[in-house]
Every structure is written in structure tokens, then in C-alpha cells.
């Protein structure tokens, strides 16, 4: 039986399994290798707590590009949501673990015994794979941390992001430190006379400042970043005519910005959001960004991504509404500038953080939560499989050194510039040949048409398909779920 092994089981990975078994009509065998985070849920649906919740609105949360309300389908089982009015389900924004309970029940369905409807089998390894080699006759070997191996016929890398940046303190370790937003930080809550201080305003920062406010801890908050902006609010949007050109992918970064700003401009005098022009843009952003130059992406990273990203990732209007007043109530206060430095204080951490001007603070927590994000430089990764595939040249950094370089057809591309044919990958691995590839309107469209890739790469069962149209055109797929 052909073998596919799939490393990582959050969202990417947990999905390119179910679209393999639900999609594959010979015998199949998909082993899915995960570790440190729960299987099906990954860091993101991974959480056990009730006021994480999902920043995309339920209607755009189907976990299958080719049935659009199968989320909703689902949460329609679950009592707590059964009596709900359609559009106030659509537009509901549920608990993070709710979404993770429904990747697990889309998994259990297809981890039930082969039989003539579902050739496919999946199998779940649990454990950190490590290394890859790939024999002469084309079969990988992949070397678990424990020493044991696998076989495979095709490997998919669906990693995820890379673990949290470790910023400028390098190994900095300290009792009121926790590195990693997803630690176990709660047990480690100062006394409410002590400041808790967040690094970084993003995503992250919201959930440690909601759980706090759910904890009831009456203390405050610092949140430090670069540019001090927070998540704006999801919004209704009005009617907006068409702006953008057949071919947006052509404009060039200039131009594109140029016309973004315009009607920006235009919808701030009519008291309107802008943030409609980024949604506008959000179904040719893939192809802009491959259309750029090098010195285009670096440029848009280096004066526009921050902006970008705020009003990108946004959160839902009632949590906005608390942060804000947790900033007018100096509950939670948000400081701009550059983070130099962490230091031991006795018990506490300081950190240092130098303003535009470079004027220098520091500030004294009685815990620091690192929510900077994941690590930006993949050429230093500190990850044991990604050091070896970069010493073998199976993989290479992208240009921008975010990822890893692939190709269109999900293919790795080696460092000598070779598309793999047995190595593949999905997910935050493509930031910087995407730029948007993270969340799950994107991913799900990945999951699925690397599915179809790999079986007809292997089984040559199905007809060929063109990977870079969106699942959304075609028809031809049929689905069980
Ligand atoms: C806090 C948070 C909230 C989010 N909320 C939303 C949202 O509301 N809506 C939305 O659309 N998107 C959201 N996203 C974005 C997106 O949905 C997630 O980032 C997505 O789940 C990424 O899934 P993934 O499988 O690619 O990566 P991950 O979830 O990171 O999963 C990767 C898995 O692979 C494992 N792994 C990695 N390396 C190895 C190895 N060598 N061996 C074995 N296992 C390995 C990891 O431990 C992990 O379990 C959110 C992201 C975060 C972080």
C-alpha cells in the first residue's frame, strides 16, 4: 500500500489527512505525525479556555473549501447552538476549543477502519519527527526523536510557524519570565500591586489580557510593541464599488499603494472604515504578493505589513470594546517602542525598551509574557527538524528567509533550486512565498488541493488537476463530509 506521512496534525496537517482519506478511492496509507500540541487542534484550537475565541465569524470557518456552511452544519448538532437564528450563527465568533472539538470530530470520521467507501487509513504517530532522507528509489526514511523510522512514500510538512522568537535577551530564562504565550503562565500570576507586563500588542496579547479579566486578577497590564497598535474591531462594511483593476497582480507595490491610499482617503471622509480596502484585496493578495520583486516584498514588509497586519487580523467588535476600555480605565497600557532587553530583578523581570527618539525605559514586571510571535529568520531555526533538512539541502530558506521556498504545486524546492518530487509542504512554512497563509479561509483551500496533488502523484487515481485555481472554481469533487 502507497504511504503518505504528513508531519504536524494541527489545522494544515489534520485536513490534508481528511481531504487524502476522503478523496482517495484506492488503498492508502496516511500516517500523521504530531507532537507538543493536541492532535487535530494545534496551537491555535488547542486552547482549553472558554474566552479564546475564533477572530473569523463562523459562516467563514468551514473546514472544507467545497461545502461553505460545514462548520455552521456542524455547531447546529451541538445544543448550545441549535436554537440560534441563522444570521446571528453566521456572524457568531465561537470559542477557539469548539473549533478544535470540530477538527477531532472531522478526524475520528475518518480514522474508522478501511472498508470499500474509505480505502484510505489513518494513522497517528505521536511523536517529534526529526529528520528526512530520501532513498534512491525514492522512498523517505523519517527518524522520530526517539531513533525509530518510517517509511513513506511522499512526506507533506505541515509544521506550522516556527516556535516564539526569542527576541533580543537570547536565552533569557528567569522565574517570572514565560517565553512562549501558550506556557503555563497562569500559574505564575503576580500580585495585583505588581504590573504583568505582555511583549508584543498582537493576537496573543488579547487572549493573556481576556484570560486575565476571566481570572478576575484586578492588577495591570503593560503591552509593549514596535508600532503600539492593537487588533481594530470587525466591522459591517457598506456597499463599495469595484477599484481594482482586472489584474491587480500587475500594478507593482507603488501603484497598488498609491490606489489603496486613495480610497482609504475616500472612505475616511465619508465616516467610513478602510479597512474594506484590505478586504477588498484579500482574494488577489497571494498572487500580488508572487508578482512582486524581491525589493517590493522587502519594502512592503519593512513600511507597510505592520499596518497590514492590524487591520488584517481582526477581532471581534464586544472584545475590542473591553480592550479599549481596559486602555481609558489605565488597566491595560499599551507602550510603543523597541524592546533591548530583559534583566533579573529578584523576583521580578525588567525590560528595557528604547522609543523612537532613543530615549530608553524600563519596566518592572512581576511576570513578562513573550507574545512577539513566531521567529522570523528560518536560516536559524532552532527547530532539530528543520537544521537537518537544511544540512542534507532538502530544503532551502524563501528569498525573504520567512519559510521555506516552494513551489506552486506545493512542491519543496531544494538547495539546488529543485521542485522536490516526494517532498511537499503547506501552511505558515509559505509565509514568504504567499505572504497570507495563515489562516483557516487559506489553509483549508491548501489542505485540499494538496490532497488531490499527492493522490494523483501517487495513486494516479484521479485526473490531473491546476493546483493555483482557487477549489472554490472547480466542480468535480465529491465530498462525504
Ligand atoms: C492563537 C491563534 C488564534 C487563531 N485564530 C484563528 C481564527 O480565529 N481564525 C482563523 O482563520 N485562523 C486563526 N488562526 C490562524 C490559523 O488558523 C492557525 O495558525 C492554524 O491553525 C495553523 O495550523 P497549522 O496546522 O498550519 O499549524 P499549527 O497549529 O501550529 O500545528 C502544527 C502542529 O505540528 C506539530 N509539529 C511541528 N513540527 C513537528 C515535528 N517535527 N514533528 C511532529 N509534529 C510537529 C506542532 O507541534 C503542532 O501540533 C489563529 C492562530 C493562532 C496562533
Redesign the pocket.
Known amino acids: 500500500m502507497k504511504k503518505v506521512a504528513i508531519?504536524?496534525?494541527?489545522?494544515?496537517?489534520?485536513?490534508a489527512a481528511v481531504n487524502l482519506a476522503r478523496l482517495s478511492n484506492s488503498p492508502l496509507c496516511i500516517q500523521l505525525?504530531?507532537?507538543?500540541?493536541?492532535?487535530g487542534?494545534?496551537?491555535?484550537?488547542?486552547?482549553k479556555r472558554e474566552e479564546?475565541?475564533?477572530?473569523?465569524a463562523a459562516r467563514?470557518?468551514s473546514a472544507v473549501p467545497d461545502h461553505a456552511n460545514h462548520f455552521l452544519d456542524w455547531l447546529r448538532t451541538r445544543v448550545d447552538y441549535s436554537d440560534l437564528p441563522d444570521p446571528q450563527l453566521r456572524e457568531t465568533?465561537v470559542p477557539?476549543r469548539i473549533?478544535g472539538d470540530y477538527l477531532r470530530s472531522i478526524l475520528s470520521t475518518y480514522m474508522q477502519p478501511i472498508d470499500s467507501h474509505h480505502p484510505a487509513e489513518i494513522q497517528v504517530i505521536e511523536?517529534?519527527?526529526?529528520d528526512i532522507e530520501f532513498n534512491f528509489d525514492g522512498c523517505a526514511e523519517i527518524t522520530?526523536?526517539d531513533g525509530t523510522t518510517l517509511e513513506a512514500d511522499r512526506v507533506l510538512l505541515?509544521?506550522?510557524?516556527q516556535p516564539p522568537s526569542t527576541l533580543a535577551e537570547g536565552a533569557f530564562s528567569h522565574a517570572a519570565y514565560s517565553p512562549d504565550?501558550?506556557g503555563n503562565w497562569m500559574e505564575k500570576i503576580p500580585d495585583p500591586q505588581e504590573d504583568l507586563i505582555v511583549l508584543g500588542t498582537g493576537?496573543?496579547m488579547i487572549?493573556v489580557f481576556l484570560t486575565l479579566s476571566e481570572m478576575e486578577w484586578e492588577g495591570n497590564m503593560i503591552a509593549i510593541s514596535h508600532n503600539g497598535m492593537i487588533p481594530q474591531a470587525h466591522f459591517r462594511g457598506i456597499e463599495y464599488p469595484d477599484f481594482l483593476p482586472e489584474e491587480p497582480e500587475n500594478l507593482g507595490l507603488d501603484n497598488l499603494v498609491q490606489l489603496l491610499e486613495k480610497h482609504c482617503r475616500q472612505l475616511q471622509r465619508i465616516g467610513e472604515n478602510p479597512g474594506i480596502v484590505v478586504d477588498r484585496l484579500r482574494p488577489h493578495t497571494q498572487r500580488i504578493w508572487q508578482k512582486f520583486q524581491l525589493e517590493e516584498k522587502q519594502e512592503f514588509l519593512k513600511r507597510y505589513a505592520a499596518r497590514w497586519n492590524v487591520i488584517r487580523h481582526r477581532i471581534a467588535q464586544p472584545i475590542h470594546q473591553r480592550i479599549t476600555e481596559a486602555i481609558t480605565e489605565g488597566r491595560l497600557r499599551v507602550v510603543r517602542g523597541r524592546i533591548t532587553g530583559l534583566s533579573a530583578q529578584d523576583d521580578k523581570v525588567c525590560v528595557s525598551v528604547q522609543n523612537k527618539t532613543g530615549g530608553e525605559q524600563i519596566l518592572e514586571g512581576g511576570l513578562v509574557i513573550n507574545c512577539t510571535g513566531p521567529n522570523c529568520g528560518f536560516s536559524d531555526t532552532s527547530?532539530?527538524?528543520?537544521q537537518n533538512l537544511l544540512k542534507r539541502g532538502l530544503i532551502r530558506p524563501d528569498e525573504l528567509d520567512m519559510g521555506i521556498d516552494v513551489g506552486a504545486d506545493f512542491a519543496v524546492i531544494d538547495g539546488e533550486g529543485n521542485h522536490s518530487e516526494f517532498l511537499f509542504a503547506?501552511?505558515?512554512?509559505m509565509k514568504g512565498t504567499l505572504w497570507e497563509t495563515?489562516?483557516?479561509?487559506?489553509?483549508r483551500g491548501q489542505a485540499m488541493r494538496v490532497a488531490q496533488l499527492l493522490l494523483d502523484d501517487v495513486t494516479m487515481v484521479t485526473p490531473g488537476h491546476d493546483y493555483r485555481i482557487s477549489v472554490e472554481e472547480e466542480h468535480v469533487i465529491e465530498y462525504y463530509i
Request: proline fraction near 8%.
Open positions: 508531519i504536524g496534525g494541527g489545522f494544515s496537517g489534520t485536513m505525525i504530531n507532537d507538543k500540541y493536541p492532535l487542534r494545534g496551537v491555535a484550537y488547542g486552547t479564546h475565541l475564533l477572530n473569523v467563514n470557518m465568533y477557539r473549533y511523536s517529534e519527527a526529526v522520530l526523536k505541515a509544521t506550522g510557524n504565550p501558550w493576537l496573543s487572549d527547530v532539530p527538524l528543520f503547506i501552511g505558515p512554512l495563515t489562516a483557516v479561509p487559506e489553509l
